[in-house]
C-alpha cells in the first residue's frame, strides 16, 4: 500500500487514498500520515470501512487519545470515542448534538489543546452538513504588518464556558454543569503559534473559546479579535468538506479552525464517530 496525497485546490487540505484504515496501519504510513497532516492541516480519506477499534488504534498510533469533558457522549466500552450525532434514543441526544456549529478550535481552552482530531462518517444527509475548516497559517501570513506587529507576543484567554454563554446559550441539549465547568478553566495561550513541525506561524485564536487578547483593553481586544476572525474566515481561505458515507477526515487544530454546518433537516441522520489526540503547549 502507498499513501496518495492529493492537495486540494482550496488554501488548505488534502485528499489521501491508497491506505485501508480498517486494518492496521504500519508504523512508517502512520508517520507518514501525519507529516502529510501537518502539512496540509486537513486530510481527507473517501470511502474508509472501519471499526471505532480500527480508529482508535490509528489514534494511538499518532498520539495519546484524548477523552472528552462530556463524557456521556462517548461509546460505553470506548471513552476515546466521542459520538457527533443528531439522532436522539428516548428523546435524549446519543452523542453532542449540534457539534461544533460555529468556529473553534478543538480544546483551545485546555493547557494541552488536541493536536489532531479525526471523524469517520457513519451517516450523513446527502449534501448537507459540510465542515468547513480555514488555515490559520495562509490567515496570519495574508495579515497586515500593522496587525502582526500588534499581536506578537500577545496572548488570549480561551474558555469553554464562552460558547455556552453565546452559541448555545437557548440551547436545552448542550448544558454544562457547575462540575464539567470546574474541570476546564480559563486557559491563557500565545495568539501566534508556532507549528513544531514546521516552523510556520498560525494565529490561534476562535470565534468559540477566546474571550479576550490580555494585553489589550476590551475594545482594542474585540476589535483585533474581529480582525483577525475576518481574515481567517475569508472564504478564500476555507476548505469545505463535503461528507460523504465512509469519509475519515482528520485535522491539525493547531493551524487550522472549523465549523459544521447546520443546513441539514431535523430527520436527516448525521451520524459520526470521533477520536482525537493530546498536542503539546502552544508556543
Ligand atoms: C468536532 C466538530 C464538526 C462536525 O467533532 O470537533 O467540531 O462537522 N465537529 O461535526
Ligand atoms: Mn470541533
Known sequence: MTLVIAPTDAALGAVATGVDLGR?????????????????GVLAFPDQDMAPEAQVALTRQLGEPEVHVLSDFAL??????????????DGKPVGAINAGQYWHSDLSYTARPTFASMLHAKEVPPGRGETLFASMVRAYETLSDEIK????????????????????????????????????????????????????KAIYVNPGFTRRIVEMDADKSRETLETLFAQATDPSNIYTHHWQVGDFLMWDNRITMHMALSNYA??????????????????
Open 266 to 283: 431535523a430527520n436527516d441522520v448525521r451520524h459520526l464517530l470521533r477520536t482525537s489526540v493530546t498536542g503539546e503547549i502552544p508556543v
Open 149 to 200: 506587529v500588534r499581536i506578537d507576543g500577545c496572548h488570549a484567554v480561551h474558555d469553554y464556558t464562552l460558547a455556552y454563554e453565546t452559541v448555545f446559550a437557548d440551547n436545552p441539549d448542550r448544558t454544562l454543569t457547575a462540575e464539567q465547568a470546574a474541570e476546564v478553566p480559563p486557559v491563557e495561550h500565545p495568539v501566534v503559534r508556532t507549528q513544531v513541525e514546521t516552523g510556520r
Open 76 to 89: 460505553e466500552d470506548m471513552p476515546e470515542v466521542f459520538i457527533v450525532s443528531n439522532v436522539r434514543k
Open 24 to 40: 492496521p496501519v504500519e508504523d512508517a504510513v502512520a508517520a507518514e500520515v501525519r507529516m502529510a497532516l501537518c502539512q496540509h
